[in-house]
């Protein structure tokens, strides 16, 4: 097993929240080590191609490049100082939490086999979000790929998904997926965001204090506009079909309910659909630390601590809000860190830029969720032999079965009786889908693990051996 100094502080993620945090406490004189499983930093929002590709532009692929470049020269400077350790390729599975420090337990590379650890005092948990993708009759065809999925494709392997594609589901990552694919080359034979935009009025206040965001969000629209990208709103899609891989998909109005409009259903061809519902964080190390969440969100005070003392959380762990957002909460956690480590608070003054960033973005993502939901009634189109756990293979049937015919009133007990979220991704992606068929609260599900563990990695000394490998 190797094994690193120990450090003041382990960042675990190496997106804009992580670095931002990294930065902060290395400014302020702290050690630290990052550890994110990518082997260049910048999590997906600034996800680039490898170096091997050559690509010649790969600021053409993103959105405020140079704030990136401003970062990541930063973080250069202090990796060359020895102020930060930059660990890339290591996957983290659990944070243990001793006496006075942390073990950050990872596993190496792709082939995930080979552990390594850091001993830190403390801990900023910068994991992210990943996507929701509710279910729907052929989401498991070929050529149905996630929004994010899609735009992964095109900026770290500069490629694209297919050739003719629909940009489907709901939320404020379509606009940027579209754009990018067709500025790309690929054809977007359609736009699909069901929402209703115009709902943001209600928020006209909110909307107003964040200009910057409203103009990321003109310079989208412009660039759909300009390329003549049809653009249907109060519209889902119903159903894709092909033999074999994705031939095409039809969509269709809704009501103001959330249902679909009889008699509006529209067939349209493509080779890909890039589909997307939102966004939800992970949470899966702080749950292992015993740390409360709010919702789906880890909880966090002013200074983005936990109430586990010694850990901290910044970026979308707490709450879905985009780069700006999770580099406004990284740096107050990384001031909050170096600070307390001496056993002092922070300074208020250097807090208030970012702090004000902070509240004015949570307010504006917090309008964005409130229009931005899936359709009320998007379960009533899941047919029953709609595969909902790819995993398992369990059908919407089987979890209707379980609810109507056996009783299951949870998702527990679906789960229990059916399997479904039993399988590698632990419910992870079909969670969400699982609960909506069966009309259960998308609880949090607690996880002892943040991945799978080889068996010959808990075996060895050292690894936590806890009683929560025997979950469910």
Known sequence: MNSAEHQDLAVIGAGPAGVAAALAAADAGARVTILDSAPQAGGQFYRRPAAGLGARRPQALHHAWGTWQSLNARLRAHVEAGRVRHVTDRHVWFVERLETRFTVHALIGPEQTEPDTVTADAVVLATGGYEKVLPFPGWTLPGVVTAGGAQAMLKGGLVLPGRTAVVAGTGPLLMPVAAGLAAAGATIAAYIESADPKSLARHASTLVRNPAKLAEGA????????RRIPVRTRHTVVRAHGTGRLEAVTVAALDADGRIRPGTARRIPC??????????????????????????????????????PGVWAAGEATGIGGAVLSRAEGEIAGLSVAARLLG????????SAAESVRTRLRAFFAAIDTVYAPPAHWAESVTDDTVVCRCEEVTAG???????????????????LTRAGMGWCQGRVCAPGVAGVAGCPADTARRPFARPVPLDVLAQPGNPSRNEASHD
């Open 219 to 226: 310079q989208y629209g412009a660039a759909l506009a300009r």
């Open 398 to 416: 089987e979890i209707r079965e379980a609810v109507d015919g056996l009783g299951a009133g949870d998702l527990r007990t679906v789960k229990l």
């Open 271 to 308: 080779d890909t659909l890039a589909v997307g519902h939102g966004m939800l964080p992970h949470t899966d190390l702080a749950q292992a630390l015993d740390c409360t969440l709010d919702g789906v969100n880890v909880a966090v005070d002013d200074e983005q601590r936990t109430d586990v």
């Open 344 to 351: 002092a608070a922070p300074d208020p003054r250097v807090l």
